[in-house]
């Protein structure tokens, strides 16, 4: 086998650095025992901290919906109490003469209205506005005098607790009259 002088030849026990075309060196240095058995800590300390993590998340996701239960069981527990004092009123009235009745009713009217305004709910105001669909539920038109579309008879008074509409009210909403009526 002749050789140039150029050429290098290889004794081919030797094993090369790169595989056949690859470009990728085939041996990667083993690292040592003491790091790998480092490493398998530092996995089973993360791994650790991770189903700790993960039980605490679940811990915190079961707290919180039982104490958004019990808060919605009892979000109207106040109001109810307070409704209790106007049950009461209401049972002394019925015992007491029909002369102090009606007054015993108006002080109980008085005494529901300031509970409702203690817990933000308002009376929506109907009569004589002009018909407002967020606010209103038309259950009548009436021919009228008045301007088309003007509430003319709360049948049911509408309320808000704060902002929020939760009863609208129910109206009677007038229209034009029939005017054209011919002469004969």
Known sequence: MGCSMG??????AEKD????GSGVATEQPVPPLSDIDDLRKQYDDLNDR????AADFDNFRKRTSREHETIKNFANERFALDMLEVVENLERALQSEDTHLREGLVQIRELCSAILQRHGISPIDALAKKFNPAEHEAIAHIPSDKDEGMVIDEVARGYRMHEKVIRFAKVAVSKKKDNERMED
């Open 7 to 12: 050429e290098d030849v290889k004794d081919p």
């Open 17 to 20: 650095e790169f595989s056949a």
């Open 50 to 53: 991770f189903l700790r993590l």
